[in-house]
């Protein structure tokens, strides 16, 4: 559904972390998570996509692929089509299967990314009908190629962007529609970026630049109170949300859902 410019959601797909979660990848900066925390985290984020009047459907766990909670990697889901990707992550490559089956009641046009292309949809940033795509360690240019194709089929359009440090796209900045962009880091004055409404987030909480817009309102990591008043001064409805066990993985807000 689109209301002006903003595609309005409907749903969010998650998938529950399963005990194996204390093994997925990470830069190790913030110590290992909890499992208890992390699910009950994982409870209220569910709670706070709800609040954004989402339908939330909860896949169970998958205890064979750590990371697989993080489910916005393996996925881009826009309003003509979905594309399933192939991880750039050895380790999580085998977390798309089921995907295709998952999201045909959903979507009746789905893609696939093959080798020697890989994507994680982390690295993909909607603007209306034009998605940013960030190479980088775990989404490779023949990827981004792949996407970009898939997306003109569909009468929407793509453009590549080179990441500097972050581990996606998503990690560093956030769009929440209305020109208003979330950066943090090498993104605040990034030239592909200049048309937009910078909402610069502070050295000392990066971490907040990994926020969602839904129908909205903003989910912003709890904890980060500098960002939270930026958001709000922009008009925002904020609800914050602590997912401290997960930036132990370097996954934060939008990595644990996918939104349509
Ligand atoms: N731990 C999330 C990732 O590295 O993909």
Not at 171 to 184: D, F, I, P
């Amino acid at each position: 559904m689109v209301r002006g410019k903003s595609t309005l959601f409907t749903k969010a797909l998650v998938r529950t972390p399963g005990r194996s979660l204390i093994h997925g990848l990470t830069s190790g900066k913030h110590g290992i998570p909890d499992f208890h925390r992390a699910l009950v985290q994982h409870a209220e984020y569910i709670n706070a996509l709800r609040e954004c009047g989402l339908e939330v459907l909860v896949l169970k766990e998958d205890e064979d692929h750590p990371d697989s909670t993080f489910i916005e990697d393996v996925a881009l889901l826009t309003p003509p089509l979905a594309i399933v990707t192939n991880p750039g992550a050895p380790s999580r490559r085998g977390e798309t299967e089921g995907m295709k089956e998952i999201l045909a009641a959903y979507f009746e046009s789905i893609e696939e990314i093959c080798e020697p292309g890989t994507v994680e949809a982390g690295d993909i940033m909607m603007v209306g009908t034009h998605f940013y795509i960030g190479v980088s360690e775990r989404t490779n240019k023949a990827g981004a190629a792949q996407v970009i194709g898939y997306l003109n089929k569909h009468g929407l359009s793509g453009s590549i962007l080179t990441l500097e440090k972050v581990l996606h796209l998503k990690t560093g900045t956030a769009y929440l529609e209305h020109n208003n962009l979330v950066a943090s880091g090498e993104f605040i004055e990034k030239p592909e970026f200049r048309q937009f409404n910078i909402l610069r987030i502070e050295r000392d909480e990066e971490y907040a630049a990994n926020c969602i817009w839904i129908n909205e309102k903003v989910l912003l990591p709890k904890g980060y109170p500098k960002s939270r008043k930026t958001v709000e001064a922009a008009g925002y409805e904020v609800i914050d949300v602590d997912v401290s066990e997960f930036r132990a993985l370097d996954g934060g807000l939008s990595c644990l859902s996918l939104r349509f």
